[in-house]
């Protein structure tokens, strides 16, 4: 299958200041692939890249085989985005936001409310964007990242610092967008989150690209393949780890279930964030 | 592939936007109708005529006739002098005191002031200005009494008034270098229009100034970009939102001042001019600033040398090189030329070839800067 996105060998500088360093990875039509990353590693700046928004120092990217470009509006018509700042026009509403959007792609008779109701926003379709919440913000940028049905859609921290229900709904959103068969960049800090909604991730950094896997096979390579059983009755409480990889494992389980003082099974994966610290040196949170 | 909006119908959209921002915008939605209104106000309360005639009272009345005689006597020197004679010294007085400007100065001569002249004596004159008229006058009053007073002996001994002095006087011939403006002088309203209507223009353009700083403050404009809208889209409809907001000031200005009894053509031209120029600033001034205030502060920055040879036609005679440097020089003297003047094409040409310029360089350079710092955001 034809990459949606295809990049090679990216490097953008600041000056002195090396923010990507020689990237490169692709994305088919459907898949989420979730760009894992602590603040600076170079997230935003792959989005500008990959959006057109900056012209890479080295490397080439091509969206559904067409090498991108911020002056050619056929690619353009072809990519949503969804940024970390909330750039919406705050003197408008909501619906006024997406109707303007709806127009610079060319899209005559646009549907305003099927889109507001997606992202629970119809109740407040007309009030001024100054007067949204965070959360209510976001959900209108992801609307208007959505408005043209694009086949690669960028979504650079779309769930950043925003309540539970926000959060979910986009999450929601961006299953419905690879679900239609659009191509999903999601560049996140949040390890739960990219590894609930990724198919595969990606870690970022110091703008270099570690590893591009599905979770599980990240989690198969770097974690610890254990169960930490819990056994006891009454106040006397002991707890057991059983390496899964040992060939007598599976008897020891069953041997332990068969006692009949089995309070909990734990299984021992690593998570997302243990591996990027594993890989990487550096948590995520810095 | 998709289908992908045309240029002109990007441009549209973006233009719309940004003129239904800029009516939500609390501040300008304020600032330009009272703006408008006190421009308005101000032109209609100034004087629509110019008086050129300076009038001095006399006393005695009887005086006055002899007077009058003598300036028909010498009309081409002293056209625009009218006489008016007083009954007592204390009315030209009051009259000259009064301040009302209808009688400027006056002029009392004792009864006897013939008698006394013919027999040799010394007379007394007192001459009346109001505390207003400058010490230059004052004294060039005083000299004019002296010769009025060998005039009035003159013409009681029978002698020609013009020739009364024991020494022949020269030939005067006043040259007037420049137009002569002689009954046809510029009232102030009309002298003041045209800096009213550059200021009209300067003021819109603070306003697409916000428009532009908010764009690159809030980053929307990278929105934009991500779209098929590329940046020249941006630019050129920040230009056409720029020149839609100052020409329909300045036309509503002019349709209610009157302004388009004038050569309505060229006051368009010209005010498209001035509406590019306004333009610019703007977007230089909205790429300069960080904020709010750094825009406004920028845009004050460049505006006060674009509002000096508006300024400079309130005073005579020709300005300073430097102001006639300056960008807004040739659209203020077109504008002034064919609103104060009622001047033709033939003046205005050079004036409009000197505002093109400046235009394409002042937004060649807002459009280059403000490309530069949205493609760096």
């Known amino acids: 299958m034809k990459p949606a996105l295809l990049a090679e060998n990216l490097s953008y500088s600041y000056g002195n200041l090396k923010a990507v360093r020689g990237i490169g990875f692709q994305l088919r039509p459907g898949e989420i692939l979730g760009f894992l990353g602590p603040n600076g590693a170079g997230k935003s700046t792959t989005i500008k890249m990959l959006t057109g928004l900056l012209t890479p120092d080295t490397g080439s990217i091509h969206v559904l085989g067409n090498e991108m470009s911020l002056d050619d509006p056929e690619v353009q018509a072809r990519i949503g985005v969804c940024f970390e700042e909330k750039n919406l026009y705050l003197n408008m509403t909501g619906r006024e936001n997406l109707i303007f959007f709806s127009k610079l792609f060319g899209l005559k008779n646009f549907d305003t409310d099927t889109l507001l109701r997606r992202v629970d926003l119809s109740q407040r379709a007309d009030d001024r964007v100054s007067k949204y919440s965070k959360g209510m913000r976001q959900r209108l940028m992801m609307a208007r990242a959505i408005i043209n049905r694009p086949d690669v859609l960028f979504l650079d921290e779309p769930t950043d610092g925003l309540d539970p229900v926000s959060s979910r709904t986009i999450r929601n959103v961006i299953r419905e967008q690879a679900e239609r068969g659009a191509a999903v960049l999601l560049t996140t800090h949040?390890?739960?989150?990219?590894?609930?909604?990724?198919?595969?991730?990606?870690?970022?950094?110091?703008?270099?690209?570690?590893?591009?896997?599905?979770?599980?096979?990240?989690?198969?390579k770097y974690g610890k393949r254990s169960v930490k059983v819990r056994l006891g009755s009454g106040s006397h409480v002991r707890e057991e780890t059983i390496e899964l990889i040992a060939a007598d494992a599976g008897d020891k389980v069953r041997e332990l279930i068969n006692s009949h003082n089995v309070m909990t099974i734990h299984t021992e994966e690593a998570t997302l964030e243990d591996i990027f610290i594993e890989i990487t040196g550096r948590g995520l949170d810095v | 592939m998709k289908r992908v909006s045309s240029r002109l119908a990007i441009i549209a959209a973006i233009v719309l936007k940004d003129l239904r921002?800029?009516?939500?915008?609390?501040?300008?939605?304020?600032?330009?109708?009272?703006?408008?209104?006190?421009?308005?106000?101000?032109?209609?309360?100034?004087?629509?005529?110019?008086?050129?005639?300076?009038?001095?009272?006399?006393?005695?009345?009887?005086?006055?006739?002899?007077?009058?005689?003598?300036?028909?006597?010498?009309?081409?020197?002293?056209?625009?002098?009218?006489?008016?004679?007083?009954?007592?010294?204390?009315?030209?007085?009051?009259?000259?005191?009064?301040?009302?400007?209808?009688?400027?100065?006056?002029?009392?001569?004792p009864v006897d002031f013939t008698e006394s002249l013919l027999s040799g004596s010394v007379g007394s004159v007192s001459v009346y200005v109001s505390e207003s008229v400058p010490v230059e006058i004052r004294r060039a009053l005083a000299s004019g009494v002296r010769e009025i007073a060998y005039a009035v002996v003159a013409v009681y001994a029978g002698r020609d008034p013009l020739s009364a002095l024991p020494v022949g006087l020269p030939h005067l011939q006043a040259r007037i270098l420049g137009e002569n403006m002689d009954g046809r002088q510029v009232p102030l309203r009309?002298?003041?229009?045209?800096?009213?209507?550059?200021?009209?223009?300067?003021?819109?353009?603070?306003?697409?100034?916000?428009?532009?700083?908010?764009?690159?403050?809030?980053?929307?404009?990278?929105?934009?970009?991500?779209?098929?809208?590329?940046?020249?889209?941006?630019?050129?409809?920040?230009?056409?939102?720029?020149?839609?907001?100052?020409?329909?000031?300045?036309?509503?200005?002019?349709?209610?001042?009157?302004?388009?009894?004038?050569?309505?053509?060229?006051?368009?031209?010209?005010?498209?001019?001035?509406?590019?120029?306004?333009?610019?600033?703007?977007?230089?001034?909205?790429?300069?600033?960080?904020?709010?205030?750094?825009?406004?502060?920028?845009?004050?920055?460049?505006?006060?040398?674009?509002?000096?040879?508006?300024?400079?036609?309130?005073?005579?005679?020709?300005?300073?090189?430097?102001?006639?440097?300056?960008?807004?020089?040739?659209?203020?003297?077109?504008?002034?030329?064919?609103?104060?003047?009622?001047?033709?094409l033939r003046f205005v040409a050079p004036h409009i070839m000197a505002t093109v310029l400046w235009d394409i360089v002042l937004l060649g350079s807002a459009f280059f800067l403000l490309k530069r710092r949205v493609e760096s955001l």
Request: hydrophobic fraction near 55%; proline fraction near 4%; charge should be negative.
């Open chain 1, 190 to 220: 949040d390890m739960w989150e990219a590894d609930e909604l990724s198919d595969r991730v990606a870690f970022l950094n110091e703008g270099e690209l570690f590893a591009v896997d599905t979770p599980d096979n990240l989690k198969m």
């Open chain 2, 21 to 109: 921002e800029f009516s939500r915008d609390r501040l300008w939605m304020i600032l330009t109708p009272i703006s408008l209104i006190f421009m308005t106000v101000l032109f209609l309360i100034l004087p629509a005529t110019v008086s050129e005639t300076i009038t001095l009272g006399v006393y005695p009345s009887y005086i006055a006739e002899s007077f009058s005689m003598l300036l028909d006597r010498a009309a081409g020197e002293f056209r625009g002098l009218e006489i008016i004679g007083f009954a007592d010294e204390n009315s030209l007085a009051d009259a000259v005191l009064s301040g009302s400007g209808e009688i400027s100065m006056g002029i009392a001569l």
């Open chain 2, 190 to 344: 009309d002298r003041i229009r045209p800096i009213l209507i550059i200021l009209i223009l300067l003021i819109e353009s603070l306003a697409l100034a916000g428009l532009v700083s908010v764009e690159i403050e809030h980053r929307t404009v990278t929105a934009l970009l991500v779209t098929p809208a590329r940046t020249g889209d941006f630019l050129v409809a920040k230009c056409v939102t720029g020149t839609i907001l100052a020409v329909s000031q300045a036309y509503l200005f002019l349709l209610v001042t009157g302004g388009f009894i004038f050569d309505w053509l060229i006051l368009t031209v010209l005010i498209l001019l001035g509406a590019g120029m306004a333009s610019a600033v703007g977007m230089l001034s909205g790429t300069s600033g960080r904020d709010f205030m750094g825009t406004l502060f920028f845009g004050t920055i460049f505006l006060i040398p674009l509002m000096i040879p508006a300024l400079s036609i309130m005073f005579p005679g020709r300005p300073a090189i430097i102001i006639r440097l300056l960008p807004s020089y040739g659209l203020v003297q077109a504008i002034s030329g064919v609103l104060g003047e009622g001047r033709g």
